[in-house]
T-cell receptor, first 115, second 114 residues
Framework: DGGITQSPKYLFRKEGQNVTLSCEQNLNHDAMYWYRQDPGQGLRLIYYSQIVNDFQKGDIAEGYSVSREKKESFPLTVTSAQKNPTAFYLC??????????????FGPGTRLLVL | QKEVEQNSGPLSVPEGAIASLNCTYSDRVSQSFFWYRQYSGKSPELIMSIYSNGDKEDGRFTAQLNKASQYVSLLIRDSQPSDSATYLCAVNHAGGTSYGKLTFGQGTILTVHP
């Protein structure tokens, strides 16, 4: 089945700890995205990548880091610098950035909680 | 002014009625518009995309786009309790380094009561 997988479903972070959220897609999509969603809020863009080995900061990149070493994978690290990391994290992918290719499809999400 | 703004809701309609969800956007050069549905605790799923002025119909869903007024709406006919969810409007950023970026509205919670 083609799709986007995220793991783990739930993640607990201790004070001062870095944690990494996994996102994998087998849709052969070029572009991948990370969003954060807080209760009752829309989606805010953290980072996005249009192509392997390249990525750009979104609107709320501080305290987060990413890598894009493979087309299929776009892991997100929540660093200890992110002081309020509790949120629902969503990974998405799209074919590209031109009209008609921008439709983003989402993974099931990872819920991050702070201990 | 928010870049993408949705009617605040929550919106409550009886089963069988038409639900109307509205969205305005500020970027005049936006070309692509999307509606997503998000059930509580789940990730967003695409309902419809629209690129040209006018109406686009898919089953019980109709998207309407008016670029001159910078307005996009979603109508749900014959609303069902299973339509109860948060509906997210998303708008693209055209060209340049914003390639592929979407901006999402804050969402409208829809409740369809029997």
């Amino acid at each position: 089945d083609g799709g986007i997988t995220q793991s783990p479903k739930y993640l607990f972070r201790k004070e001062g700890q870095n944690v990494t959220l996994s996102c994998e897609q087998n849709l052969n999509h070029d572009a991948m995205y990370w969003y954060r969603q807080d209760p009752g809020q829309g989606l805010r863009l953290i980072y996005y990548s249009q192509i392997v080995n390249d990525f750009q900061k979104g609107d709320i990149a501080e305290g987060y880091s990413v890598s894009r070493e493979k087309k299929e994978s776009f892991p997100l690290t929540v660093t200890s610098a992110q002081k309020n990391p509790t949120a629902f994290y969503l990974c998405a992918s799209s074919m590209g950035g031109t009209p008609g290719q921008e439709t983003q499809y989402f993974g099931p999400g990872t819920r991050l909680l702070v201990l | 002014q928010k870049e993408v703004e949705q009617n605040s809701g929550p919106l409550s309609v009886p089963e069988g009625a038409i639900a109307s969800l509205n969205c305005t956007y500020s970027d005049r050069v936006s070309q692509s518009f999307f509606w997503y549905r998000q059930y509580s605790g789940k990730s967003p799923e695409l309902i419809m995309s629209i690129y040209s002025n006018g109406d686009k119909e898919d089953g019980r869903f109709t998207a309407q786009l008016n670029k001159a007024s910078q307005y996009v709406s979603l109508l749900i006919r014959d609303s069902q309790p299973s339509d109860s969810a948060t509906y997210l409007c998303a708008v693209n950023h055209a060209g340049g380094t914003s390639y592929g970026k979407l901006t999402f509205g804050q969402g409208t919670i829809l409740t369809v009561h029997p």
